[in-house]
């Protein structure tokens, strides 16, 4: 999902070809994407489900645990700040290496 701000002067026609460039040139970089528009709250919902799943089957297929997951939301103090991000780029290396 993509956003983009812009001051509430600007025209509507404006605000709408300036998402339609952003949203052909991304397309253009991302093959196989697809546009679902987001006009309702059930497809709002749909779309947080579709990411959960995908979340999920991310985390089990690098095995990054839902305990894992449930701590990185944890407000850490100092302390531990330096270890958690040493070992986030411990865990993403690891993971880029393959």
């Not at 985390?59 to 991000?85: S, Y």
């Amino acid at each position: 999902m993509h956003s983009f701000a812009l001051f509430k002067s600007t025209p509507v026609t404006d605000m709408l070809a300036l998402h339609e460039a952003r949203l052909h040139a991304h397309l253009a970089r991302e093959p196989g994407v697809e546009v679902r528009p987001v006009s309702r709250l059930a497809d709002i919902e749909e779309f947080e489900n579709r990411l959960r799943t995908h979340a999920r089957e991310f985390r089990l297929a690098n095995g990054i645990t839902d305990p894992e997951i449930r701590g990185m939301n944890i407000q850490f103090n100092d302390v531990f700040a330096h270890e958690l991000k040493r070992e986030v780029a411990e865990r993403l290396a690891a993971l880029q290496a393959g």
